[in-house]
Structures are given as structure tokens and as C-alpha cells.
């Protein structure tokens, strides 16, 4: 069920870390091979947690945790795309709206059912999903706990396309290749640009035009300009 317990956060920061040291990628794609995406957190380890003499301390240090990989993920600077085949509730949920984009199969489960044990989702997604869908929507989903199927979420969205679990692999995998074909630079210089608009301390504006000169200063993007304009003129 891909259970987030201490083991997998450490596993991974291990990944990113190896990402982090190489430049030949694009898109960040994660998926499940397993039934449910993720299914929240670790029941044995909770139990175990909470047994100890450090039981409350010890709990929020894991979600602590959890929200520390989330925003590492989220502030990555290449694309992050979520493919949810299957269930993702709690911080696995959580996990998916630390991601740029998100696809899932129309039978996938998705919600935040922490409030049911007297909890609040506390790994960002309180955050998260109220920037994401508005506020109105994360007290619907967030205080109800409702679960929702990929079509629901769309229809909230919380995931940018639902398809069939029949041909959702392909098609994420589509979208990978898609993304990853434009340059790196440029897809960085969008995120930047996103994020400004949603900072108020930020000059969204002022940020476009900073990262309009120095794409332009690419060679690469001199390149892609040129053939574009040759071909423009023929």
C-alpha cells in the first residue's frame, strides 16, 4: 500500500539526492506498481509511536517529516507529475498535491479522512488543497472526509485529467515525454513565474520579464526561436 512510515520518507530523500546530483532530467514521475498510489500513513508504525513514551512528540515528528519531503518535492525545479492509479488518502493525497500535476484513473479513491480520527491532515494538506481548489472546497473535502473517485476530483480540481485505469499509464507516460520534450530552463522559468503569481511579495510581472532575458540569453532557446522564425517565413 506504499504505508509512509520513517523507512520510506528516508528512501525518499535518498531518491532526490540522486536526482539532485544529475542534470539529464526533465520530469519527475511517480507512480505506483502496487494497487493503491499511497494509502497514508503506516498503521503499525503508528501504533507502535503511540505506544511509546515519546507517543505524541514522536507522531508529529513524522508529519513534520512528511511535510519536509512534500515541500522538497513541491520546490523541486523540474515538473513533478502524480499518477494515481489507485487509493490516495491521507498523506498520500498530501504527496500528490505536492506534486505540479496530477492524473488519475476514474477508479481511484482520493481524500483527506483524517478528521474521522480526530485528526487534521497534517503533512500540508490543509494548505495545499485550499490554495489548490479554494477554500470552500477544502472545508467540504477536509471536514466531511468525503472520498472521491478520479471523475469527482477532476470536477474539483484536484487532478488535472481522469481516465480509465485502462489507459492511464500510457497516457501519463504521454504527458512525461511531452513535458520533458521543451527545455529544461524554460520549464523551470514557468514554475518561477506560477509561483509568483500566487506570493504577494512577488512581482509576478517584473518576474516574467527577468526570466524572458535570461531564456533568451540560452542557447538553446536562440535555437528553438531561430528554426521557429525560419520556418515562419517559408
Known amino acids: 500500500m506504499n504505508a509512509i512510515g520513517a523507512a520510506w520518507l528516508d528512501e525518499i530523500h535518498r531518491c532526490l539526492d540522486a ?4 542534470t539529464d532530467w526533465q520530469v519527475l514521475h511517480i507512480r505506483s506498481a502496487h494497487k493503491a498510489f499511497c494509502a497514508g500513513a503506516d ?39 502524480a499518477e494515481i492509479g489507485g487509493a490516495a488518502l ?33 503533512a500540508g494538506g490543509t494548505q495545499r488543497l485550499t490554495r489548490l481548489a479554494g477554500r470552500a472546497t477544502a472545508l ?19 487532478v488535472h485529467w481522469a481516465l480509465p485505469r485502462s489507459e492511464l499509464a500510457a497516457r501519463a507516460a504521454e504527458t512525461a515525454v ?12 514557468c514554475k518561477r513565474c506560477i509561483g509568483a503569481a500566487e506570493d504577494p511579495a512577488r512581482d ?5 520579464l527577468a526570466q524572458s532575458r535570461r531564456l533568451y540569453a540560452s542557447e538553446a ?10 520556418g515562419a517565413s517559408h
Open 204 to 208: 509576478g510581472y517584473a518576474e516574467e
Open 140 to 158: 467540504r473535502l477536509i471536514l466531511t472526509g468525503e472520498t472521491l473517485d478520479g471523475v469527482g476530483a477532476a470536477a474539483l480540481g484536484l
Open 221 to 230: 532557446t536562440r535555437g528553438l526561436v531561430s528554426a521557429f522564425l525560419s
Open 43 to 81: 498503521l503499525a508504525e503508528m501504533r507502535a509511536r503511540l505506544a511509546s513514551p515519546a507517543g505524541i512528540d514522536s507522531m508529529v515528528e513524522v508529519a513534520a517529516g512528511m511535510q519536509k519531503l512534500f515541500a522538497r518535492i513541491e520546490a523541486l525545479p523540474q515538473v513533478t507529475l
Open 178 to 189: 511531452r513535458i520533458a520534450a521543451s527545455p529544461g530552463e524554460a520549464l523551470t522559468a
Open 90 to 122: 491521507g498523506g498520500g493525497l498530501e504527496l500528490a498535491l505536492a506534486c505540479d500535476l496530477r492524473i488519475a484513473a476514474n477508479e481511484a479513491k482520493l481524500g483527506l479522512p483524517e478528521v474521522r480520527l480526530g485528526l487534521v491532515p497534517g
Open 19 to 22: 536526482l539532485a546530483a544529475r
